[in-house]
């Protein structure tokens, strides 16, 4: 079963994304993790991913920064259990999650 699953995740894109339910804590310490870890200038104010402005956004944001960077590795997603992979890109805007 694990298997099938990795071989689904690498044969499509996927995406790594804040779980709703995460507190706020979590949150930030998940930004704060990624994005020591790669650039998160994107979420700077004036820039395409700053708004809209909350955590679980910038959240999302960072941690597939991180993720995509990392060769979209379910491990590379998990986040204390805070992150989900996604198939649906949750680009919007001038946002693109790459």
């Not at 044969?11 to 804040?18: R, S």
């Not at 949750?90 to 693109?96: A, K, Q, R």
Request: charged share 10%; with cysteine.
């Amino acid at each position: 079963m694990l298997l099938n699953y990795l071989c689904i995740i690498n044969l499509q894109k996927t995406w790594c994304v804040a779980k709703p339910s995460s507190d706020q804590a979590t949150l930030l310490e998940n930004i704060n993790y990624a994005c020591a870890q790669v650039d998160c200038k994107i979420l700077q104010k004036g820039c395409p991913c700053f708004s809209p402005d909350s955590l679980i956004n910038h959240a999302s944001v960072a941690m597939n920064l991180y993720y995509q960077s990392r060769g979209r590795n379910p491990w590379n997603c998990y986040f204390t259990n805070s992150a989900l992979i996604v198939t649906t890109d949750p680009s919007y805007g001038s946002c693109i999650y790459g």
